[in-house]
């Protein structure tokens, strides 16, 4: 009968010789360059933003539209916000590419306010059109305010300038308390308690709540639109006279 010295020795030495092995795996996988991914990540989508943007761009501002609406409206103001938001993008990469405390204050003050204004303008940009359309496939025969050339003028500017002052306001204290720190270029986020850090938590409740707001009403409203043209779509089936 073997003795079980042996056995007990191998067991330990498998034990010994797989732990280096378990921690190599684990420091590799710690050390993942994320950086890395968001730079070529972020370089991809400007990239073919920049293409697609210029080509909405031409389309909009550079071809002759003599007939002006409520949509064409919010569709400028959209192209808009989406073509300045991908020209935010760079101070961003560049953030991520050299992190150094100049770049990251360059980012956290000009680049992430710019990024919160045209990316918040493109969401309710987005809504307004969806109601645009709701009116015009719910209501054919009728003109709501909403529709009406300058109610959409006055709205879009509206829009812009509540989001320039909440950026305005963000912008002027970063610049004010920041002075000599280097913010994460990730976040932004100031770690003390200090009228910075109060007004970055109270916008980003509200643009949440905004956000919200806008999603769970762009999905009604879609969602009425496809019941109005599923109910126009079985009453038009339902008059065609049936030939036997």
């Known amino acids: 009968m073997a003795s079980p010295v042996p056995a007990t020795n191998l067991t330990t030495f498998t034990i010994f010789t797989m732990k280096p092995n378990t921690t190599n795996t684990t420091q590799a996988l710690c050390k993942l360059p994320a950086n890395e991914v968001f730079i ?27 007939i002006q609406s409520s949509f064409t409206v919010y569709m400028k103001n959209l192209v808009a916000a989406d073509f300045f938001l991908c020209l935010s993008l760079p101070l961003r990469i560049a953030a991520y590419a050299n992190n150094s405390s100049i770049m990251n204050n360059i980012h956290c003050s000009f680049g ?7 990316i918040y303008a493109s969401i309710l940009f987005m809504d307004f059109i969806a109601a645009n ?22 709205i879009s500017a509206a829009t812009w ?42 916008i980003h409740c509200m643009t949440f709540v905004s956000f919200i707001f806008v999603l769970v009403s762009l999905i009604l409203l879609y969602w009425k639109t496809h019941q109005k043209l599923r109910e126009v779509q ?9 030939t036997s």
């Open 40 to 66: 070529f990540a972020y370089s991809l989508l400007f990239l073919v933003s920049l293409v697609l943007n210029c080509i909405m761009m031409r389309v909009y501002f550079c071809s002759n539209q003599n």
């Open 112 to 118: 992430a306010t710019a990024f919160f204004l045209n």
């Open 133 to 154: 359309r709701y009116l015009k496939i719910v209501r054919p025969m009728e003109t709501h305010a909403l529709q009406m050339v300058h109610t959409a003028r006055y």
């Open 161 to 202: 300038l509540c989001l320039l002052a909440l950026s305005s306001i963000y912008l002027i204290l970063f610049l004010q308390n920041f002075r000599g720190q280097i913010p994460d270029a990730f976040t932004c986020e100031s770690s003390d308690n200090s009228p910075l850090s109060v007004t970055y938590k109270s």
């Open 234 to 242: 079985f009453s038009s089936q339902q008059s065609i006279p049936t």
